[in-house]
């Protein structure tokens, strides 16, 4: 049955139409389930498709990543990690390094094996001894029982809600999360308000499709869907949002953040590694992505017509954001 209806979907998606119908009839499903108090979701359950020591570093990919870009000023205080997905492992690596709790917030339960994720956390003991403290005594099948991880799910545990009330956060950092966030610009508003003066935002936000419709039609032709038919095809799924670049750029610049916008993909180019600014990519990537605009912009929704081309060939951006300490 399962293959069958996954041939079914293959053979929808091929139409742009029928994709589109599909996406709506399966967010009004969403809605419902979750009305109804169902929050399992199979989205971040990234874990498993890999093998343990693919999972470990993945981990400790993520974990470079994030000390890489915040240049090192990770470790201290009061931790949030959002959209942690199915595994704790980032927060693990943040208490080792020196973070006193971290609060793990997904709006969604992403299903797991806890056979599976017990010895993913044996390989990261195994690689690092704080972790390996850490975890001694716990039981690894349940992280309930792990000193300083706290998990929050539901409603309550969205981006949007979880930080409304001033938390006093160090750190707050997501990894492709905040496109799945029905708000995003609003749960960065609040995320901001709930750091410490000093605090630290890090988000690497993924701006592509996720495959709705460019496995079929390109990469950019989601741009081209109505922004009232896209949201009641994303909002209670957790699809992407859409919001793009220009949309932050304009929230960033009313916050109290000192901000930093590293761009990680453009359109027709793919990954930028090591992440850099829009002005430091080589002009020729910068140009072959604004063709690929050019080349489609006159179909967009009507919501992207003032959006700069540069900004819309941006599929891809890490945030850093600090909060001025005081006096500054």
Known sequence: MKRLRSALVRLVKQSYALTAFYYLWTDCLADLRFRWGDIASHSGTLHESLEPPESLDYIQGLFSDYARYSGGALLCGKAAEVGPGDNCGVGL????????????????????????????????????????RILEGACLQDEGTF????????????AESFFHEGQDYDLILSRAVLEHVRDPLLALRRMTEALRPGGLLLHKVDLRDHGMFSDHHGELKWLETPGRVHRRMSRASGRPNRILLHRYRSALASLPLETDLLITRLAGVGDIDPHVPYEAIPSDLRHRALAVV???????????????????????????????????
Not at 112 to 123: L, M, S, T
Not at 147 to 158: D, F, M, Q, V
Request: glycine share 10%; with cysteine.
């Open 147 to 158: 000193p300083g991880i706290h998990r929050h799910y539901g409603e309550a545990a969205s």
């Open 294 to 328: 050019a080349s489609r912009k006159e179909h967009f929704a009507s919501e992207f017509e003032d959006a700069p081309p540069a900004d819309l060939s941006v599929t891809g951006f890490f945030l850093v954001g600090r909060k001025p300490p005081f006096g500054a």
């Open 93 to 132: 690596l943040l208490l080792e390094g020196g973070c006193q709790s971290v609060d793990l917030v997904d709006r969604f339960y992403a299903h797991r094996d806890p056979e599976r994720q017990a010895e993913i956390y044996r390989r990261l003991a195994e690689h690092h001894p704080g972790v390996a």
